[in-house]
Every structure is written in structure tokens, then in C-alpha cells.
Nanobody, 127 residues
Framework: QLVESGGGLVQAGDSLRLACAAS??????????VAWFRQFPGKEREFVAA????????SYDDSVRGRCTISRDNAKNTVYLQCDDLEPGDTAVYYC????????????????????WGQGTQVTVSS
């Protein structure tokens, strides 16, 4: 029900915008907080950024704070992750995930909070 796009091969210092679109008529995107996680080879998925249902609250991991911005367009059922000044250390598979929540301002950085996941999109940053 979540489909990521926008990954690819870029050079260090470049920018990239990932998109996470909700698909299927059963998912009311407005009731979900959405997050981005990433997974390095052989590692657990780790938190990158999250945005609340209404979009007013965001949370970032320190590793991307100041370089990445998460936003959402609820009219398009899409959440974006814009990252600038990419580094080779950002190379990973990026996943979006959704957490159905009552509070419009709630965000979580915990993997276990999210029940709906996309299939992931590869981001490779060359030096």
C-alpha cells in the first residue's frame, strides 16, 4: 500500500527527492503519520525522518538533520524526503512506513510503531 520512488545513483554533494505514495482505496493517508527509514547492508533499519498526520510536526535523526526535509502533500497522498549534500554514507535502501494515529501531531522514530511498509528504493551516492 506504500510505494517509494525517486531513488537512484547520484554523486556526493547532489540532491535527491524520494516520494512515498499511498495506493489502494482502503488507506486513508490523512490518518497516518509517515516516516522514512533506511537500511545499510547487513544492518537493521534505522530511523531517518518522520512527519505527523497533519504535517506540522517533523522529527529527524541527527545524521540527516539540516540536510533532509520531510514533507507531505495529503491531497496527493504522498510524503517526500528531500535530501541535499548527499554523502557516500547515505547509500542505503530507503523505506517509507505509516503509523495510524489519532493525534494529528504525533510522530515516532521507533521501527515498531509502523505497521505498513513500502518495498524500498535504493539510493547510491558515489564519491
Amino acid at each position: 500500500q506504500l510505494v517509494e520512488s525517486g531513488g537512484g545513483l547520484v554523486q556526493a554533494g547532489d540532491s535527491l527527492r524520494l516520494a512515498c505514495a499511498a495506493s489502494g482505496r482502503t488507506m486513508d493517508y490523512l490518518t497516518y503519520a509517515v516516516a522514512w527509514f533506511r537500511q545499510f547492508p547487513g544492518k537493521e533499519r534505522e530511523f531517518v525522518a518522520a512527519v505527523s498526520r497533519g504535517g506540522s510536526q517533523q522529527s529527524y535523526d541527527d545524521s540527516v538533520r539540516g540536510r533532509c526535509t520531510i514533507s507531505r502533500d495529503n491531497a496527493k497522498n504522498t510524503v517526500y524526503l528531500q535530501c541535499d549534500d548527499l554523502e557516500p554514507g547515505d547509500t542505503a535502501v530507503y523505506y517509507c512506513a505509516a503509523d495510524r494515529t489519532v493525534s494529528p501531531n504525533y510522530v515516532s522514530n521507533r521501527l515498531s510503531s509502523y505497521s505498513i511498509w513500502g518495498q524500498g528504493t535504493q539510493v547510491t551516492v558515489s564519491s
